[in-house]
């Protein structure tokens, strides 16, 4: 059974950094993609980064590129989003997801697994 948990959320001061972890267990990923994902308050889930788990090739919401970089190691079977120049903007719940399709993007209905979230608040 895939297992997805998320740590490393908190309370940020705007401008500042968060690296976010996924531990992934439950099954080899090879052939799979993961994505890290943002809810806030009354709006809808959004895309924030993907990455194919074997090729490493990823891809960032256009609000969080040049700041935000989705990463993974293979041997720890870890995901990470690596969160810098936090704004206000980015406070929401953030999950981790798997999908058991290589092509996955940024429609959460392909992702077939997901972790319970971790809170990232920045304060302006």
């Known amino acids: 059974q895939v297992q997805l948990v998320e740590s490393g959320g908190g309370l940020v001061q705007a401008g500042g950094s968060l690296r976010l972890s996924c531990a992934a267990s439950g099954r080899t990923f090879s052939g799979y993609t993961m994505g890290w994902f943002r809810q806030a308050p009354g709006k809808e889930r959004e895309f924030v980064a993907r990455i194919t788990w074997s090729g490493g090739y990823s891809d960032h919401a256009d609000s969080v590129k040049g700041r935000f970089t989705i990463s993974r190691d293979i041997a720890k079977n870890t995901l990470y989003l690596q969160m810098n120049s936090l704004n206000a903007e980015d406070t929401a719940v953030y999950y981790c997801?798997?999908?058991?399709?290589?092509?996955?993007?940024?429609?959460?209905?392909?992702?077939?697994?997901w972790g319970q979230g971790t809170q990232v608040t920045v304060s302006s």
């Open positions: 997801a798997a999908a058991s399709y290589l092509y996955a993007y940024n429609g959460p209905h392909q992702y077939d697994y």
